[in-house]
């Protein structure tokens, strides 16, 4: 596609259920980030994915967040047992090699 | 790996007036510096890059200085007006062999006052 597209644009969700967060990043783009930001706050880094070499994790807050990247196209953000704190704006962003970074419009997501 | 510094965390400034935000990184193989801007609600966009190689870039109203040597670069904004209200991450691009990766600063408030 022509941008970073992320889906669904809003979730809401009990707390203690898995959620998954989609994005479908620009064609060609080699790497791919997940960001956190709560309400009035910065970019939380989660995890980056460039190429095939190993994601950097670095920033997944807990075990219940997960994520993968397939055919090195496509991720998916997995939360698990959802709380409240989880509650936020979830955005994707992509980039060749690392470069200039693209944001998709983020998942809003609500945990009551 | 690379640690990026952002000042301030929010600036008010009168209309017309100049605004300016500082970003020092650690990482002294960094060579890419975009500053990015976000409106309320929306997703950050690119504002203005810059690479090692150059010190100072403009857009219109917009410039932005890097000095290599000191690791630091800033975004300068020139006869603010009121839709330059929001906030503005600067980041850095790391990394080499092909494995680039962007670290972002933790944001600065711009609120240009009527």
């Known amino acids: 596609g022509a941008g970073v597209s992320q889906s669904p644009s809003n979730k809401v969700t009990e707390k203690g259920k898995d959620v998954e967060l989609r994005c479908d990043p620009i064609?060609?783009?080699?790497?791919l980030y997940w960001y956190r930001q709560s309400l009035g706050q910065g970019l939380e880094f989660l995890i980056y994915?460039?190429?095939?070499?190993?994601?950097?994790k670095s920033g997944l807050p807990s075990d219940r967040f997960s994520a993968e990247r397939t055919g090195g196209s496509v991720s998916t953000l997995t939360i698990q047992r959802t709380q409240q704190e989880d509650s936020a704006v979830y955005l994707c962003a992509s980039s060749f090699q690392g470069g200039l970074a693209f944001f998709g419009q983020g998942t809003r997501l609500t945990v009551v | 790996g690379e640690n990026v510094e952002q000042h301030p965390s929010t600036l008010s400034v009168q209309e017309g007036d100049s605004a300016v935000i500082k970003c020092t990184y650690s990482?002294?193989?960094?060579?890419?510096f975009p500053w990015y801007k976000q409106e309320l609600g929306k997703r950050p966009q690119l504002i203005i890059d810059?690479?090692?190689?150059?010190g100072e870039k403009k857009d219109q109203r917009i410039a932005v200085t890097l000095n290599k040597t000191a690791k630091h670069f800033s975004l300068h904004i020139t006869e603010t007006q009121p839709e330059d209200s929001a906030v503005y991450f600067c980041a850095a691009t790391s990394g080499g062999a092909g494995s680039y990766q962007l670290t972002f600063g933790k944001g600065t408030k711009l609120s240009v006052i009527p």
């Open positions: 990482d002294s193989a960094s060579n890419y």
């Open positions: 810059i690479r090692s190689n150059v």
């Open positions: 994915f460039q190429g095939n070499s190993a994601p950097d």
């Open positions: 064609s060609g783009h080699t790497a």
